[in-house]
């Protein structure tokens, strides 16, 4: 099969969205011919690459978004010219590639442009699309017009145009991301593959994907919390230039390899991160942006005793200090982190995709 796969990756957190797309690729290439449509051309490999547009932040537009379409509208994913747009640039890859499948990824344009050219689609979908937080009609206002445009219907709530798709997968466990029960959606546990020979050393990981701290402040706290010590830290967040000093690494963007081995990871509640975490009983300190993404990872986090949430007001050292104490001598934390990862394990790997693929071949 010929398989196109449409992710939305922001611009300002472009490595951890992109990580998922990345792992769906690895496990789809072997058996399946894969295209991306994207803006991010230079990150993928060994697949067929159709160009897209970038969303373009809304720079002015309100910060505390507490509905998936609020943050969507924020990143430039719903505003009418780069849906028009985006629509263009979907179109020219299926007339390109011919795909017989498409996944996607918060790439609204898709649904609408597949059901023209009679594919289906297989839509990813988060937990935060099926909350009852209000949706502002501005933040609808582009997407309702563009749906028009297309000749369909109108939307109260972006839930409401996934019905359309074919399949809709949600990542994570019923404890972890949980989903109405009158939702059709297919569960799959971990956004990668299972790798039951790893085991936590000493690494520290701090990945800020949407830092709500100002890096000097972020870099100063670090120092002085974690240089010295004797285990290795690797610090990323945007525009972070890549360094070493001492026991502190710092790197261009998170990596997936050293999330594995890691005894904590501090970060800002990326769904990636928080579902690899979760995945292989990684203790998690989360300091939540504005992002209602954000935010749900980080009552998630403290509602299932999994980590620790720090507001970022309090990043400081001897909060720090006390989190990280908390992560390593919390008989209880240690407890239910493994209960969650098993959990996921259950729930299948990334694997189960292909199961999914198979049923429309």
Same mark, same amino acid.
């Given at each position: 099969m010929k398989i196109l796969i449409?992710?939305? $990756?922001?611009?300002?957190? =472009?490595?951890?969205?992109?990580?998922?797309?990345?792992?769906? @690729?690895?496990? $789809?290439?072997? /058996?399946?011919?894969?295209? +991306?449509?994207?803006?991010?051309?230079?990150?993928?490999?060994?697949?067929?690459?159709?160009?897209?547009?970038?969303?373009?932040?809304?720079?002015?537009?309100?910060?505390?978004?507490?509905?998936?379409?609020?943050?969507?509208?924020?990143?430039?994913?719903?505003?009418?010219?780069?849906?028009?747009?985006?629509a263009a640039a979907l179109q020219h890859a299926m007339d390109s590639f011919h795909p017989d499948l498409i996944i996607t990824d918060s790439r609204i344009a898709v649904i609408p442009v597949a059901r023209r050219n009679g594919i289906p689609v297989i839509a990813l979908v988060h937990s935060t699309m099926y909350h009852r937080a209000e949706v502002p009609s501005f933040c609808l206002k582009g997407i309702n017009a563009f749906l028009s445009s297309m000749g369909e219907g109108q939307i109260l709530r972006l839930r409401d145009l996934y019905l359309t798709c074919d399949y809709r997968i949600g990542f994570g466990t019923v404890q972890t991301d949980p989903f109405p029960s009158s939702t059709s959606i297919t569960r799959i546990g971990m956004m990668t593959l299972s790798q039951l020979s790893i085991r936590n050393d000493s690494t520290v990981s701090i990945f800020l994907t949407e830092p709500s701290i100002p890096a000097r402040r972020l870099i100063r706290v670090v120092k002085e919390a974690f240089l010295g010590a004797p285990f290795e830290v690797y610090i990323s967040y945007p525009g972070c230039q890549t360094s070493n000093q001492c026991n502190l690494h710092f790197i261009n963007e998170p990596k997936e390899s050293l999330l594995h081995r890691s005894s904590i990871c501090i970060h800002d509640g990326s769904p990636f991160i928080t579902n690899i975490c979760h995945s292989f009983a990684v203790p998690q300190i989360i300091i939540p942006?504005?992002?209602? $993404?954000? /935010?749900?990872?980080?009552?998630? @986090?403290?509602?299932?005793?999994?980590? @620790? &949430?720090?507001? =970022?007001?309090?990043?400081? @050292?001897?909060? +720090?200090?006390?989190?990280?104490?908390?992560? +390593? &001598?919390?008989?209880?934390?240690?407890?239910?982190?493994?209960? $969650?990862?098993?959990?996921?394990?259950?729930?299948?790997?990334?694997?189960?995709l292909l199961h999914v693929i198979a049923s429309y071949e």
């Open positions: 449409v992710p939305f $990756i922001s611009r300002t957190s =472009p490595s951890a969205s992109a990580s998922i797309c990345e792992n769906i @690729v690895s496990v $789809i290439r072997t /058996r399946h011919a894969v295209g +991306i449509c994207t803006h991010l051309e230079g990150r993928f490999h060994h697949v067929s690459l159709y160009h897209s547009p970038s969303p373009k932040e809304q720079r002015f537009s309100r910060k505390d978004h507490r509905s998936f379409e609020g943050w969507l509208k924020q990143e430039g994913g719903a505003s009418l010219q780069y849906l028009k747009e985006d942006s504005t992002s209602c $993404i954000s /935010r749900f990872h980080a009552f998630s @986090v403290r509602r299932n005793g999994s980590g @620790v &949430v720090i507001d =970022p007001d309090q990043f400081d @050292v001897p909060t +720090i200090y006390e989190a990280y104490r908390t992560c +390593i &001598v919390n008989t209880s934390l240690q407890e239910h982190l493994r209960h $969650i990862s098993s959990e996921h394990l259950k729930q299948s790997d990334l694997t189960e």
